[in-house]
């Protein structure tokens, strides 16, 4: 038997929605009445506390994944930050009343959930959540797992070890902001690089950048100094490939891939947020939100608009809901 809390949940919530595809500031539409989702057997329900948003929820809905992606109508939404009211009846890593966090599309663009968690509720397996670290709020905690998680994986990929260099394409970024602060503390990196424009140079710098390099002034595979690893964030593999030592790697999250270059698309899990909890915990990892960068839940289609801009510092959240 599903065990759920004694609070009741309604059987209508509240929802964004789009119908059909499009730009989200025209397709997205607050609906009032969305049914629950249906409770998987290794699903856990969650009350949504607060929502953040990738660059991955505004390509789905202008249709660039259309040909793997699930048929509208479509809740947006990969990140949750919420508490567990209900547990499937093969569930058993949580209970009900823990205080959650996690992406909760397992494969990014294979088929991502159609009610995502720009919602009151969603549903998700529970391997793919893990605790809320406790000194962390809902939005610190909605606002980390996709891009942390890419962050990881993209180091490791690339064969991050402790003293090596690493360069950043996009250090201001959601997932820039948090590949600075892994490669430091979690990987070791002697010497950690990292691209920004003129205003955000003292962030990176703040999230650990040993050399903060201006985009608008300098080009970065024209400096003397090379890397053993390359993370690009931006989309430039094929100048990333000029910046890397003999022998190293570049990792790529966006655009084309110029080898040696490498691409990879998250798969979403738990258990690396459980390994990255003790250094969320102790604040060696601090997330990063843009300071406009919280949106009540009615905007959400501002939230959007923002994000899409291409120039939003660390990450937005969507709070409270609703
Ligand atoms: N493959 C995967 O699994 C995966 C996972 C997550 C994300 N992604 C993709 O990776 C990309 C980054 O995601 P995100 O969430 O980090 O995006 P984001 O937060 O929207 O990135 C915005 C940041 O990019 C910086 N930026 C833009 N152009 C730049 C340039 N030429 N050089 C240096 N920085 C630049 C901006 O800083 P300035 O204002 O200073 O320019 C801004 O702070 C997106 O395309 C996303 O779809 C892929």
């Known amino acids: 038997m599903a065990s759920d809390s004694n609070d009741t949940i309604p059987s209508k919530i509240k ?92 494969k990014a663009l294979d088929h991502p959930k159609q009610h995502g968690t720009l ?28 891009a942390i998680e890419t962050a990881y994986e993209g180091l490791e990929r690339a064969g991050s070890s402790p003293g090596k260099s690493i360069l950043v394409l996009g250090g201001a970024g959601g997932v820039g902001s948090l590949v600075i ?29 040993d050399l903060a390099i201006d985009y608008t002034k300098e080009n970065f595979e ?26 190293g790697n570049v990792v790529t999250i966006a655009g084309a891939v110029t080898p040696p270059a490498v691409q990879f698309i998250l798969t979403s899990t738990g258990s690396i947020l459980e390994k990255l909890n003790p250094f969320l915990e102790s604040q060696k990892i601090k997330p990063a939100i843009d300071p406009k960068g919280t949106f009540p839940f009615s905007q959400a289609p501002e939230a959007f608009s923002y994000l899409q801009t291409g120039r939003v510092t660390g990450k937005i959240v969507i709070h409270p809901i609703p």
Do not use: C, H, M
């Open 119 to 146: 919602a009151e509720y969603t549903a998700v397996e529970e391997r793919l959540l893990a605790l809320k670290p406790k000194n962390l709020s809902f939005v610190e905690a909605a606002s980390l797992p996709l």
């Open 222 to 247: 024209e400096l003397p100094e090379k890397f053993d690893v390359v993370y690009d964030t931006v989309g430039q593999s094929e100048r990333a490939v000029s910046a890397v030592k003999e022998g």
């Open 15 to 106: 929802a964004w929605v789009y119908a059909e595809r499009g730009n989200p500031v025209d397709v997205l539409k607050l609906v009032p009445d969305v049914g629950v989702p249906e409770l998987k057997e290794d699903q856990v329900l969650v009350k949504v506390v607060a929502a953040a948003l990738n660059p991955i929820d505004f390509k789905r809905a202008l249709g660039l994944f259309k040909d793997i992606d699930s048929p509208p109508p479509i809740v947006p939404g990969y990140d949750v930050a919420g508490v567990v009211v209900k547990v499937g009846d093969q569930a058993k890593k949580f209970k009900v009343g823990d205080e959650v966090y996690g992406d909760i599309n397992e």
């Open 181 to 209: 602060q892994l490669a430091k503390e979690v990987f070791g990196a002697s010497r950690v690089a990292a691209t920004s424009s003129t205003g955000k140079l003292d962030l990176l710098k703040s999230l650990g950048a």
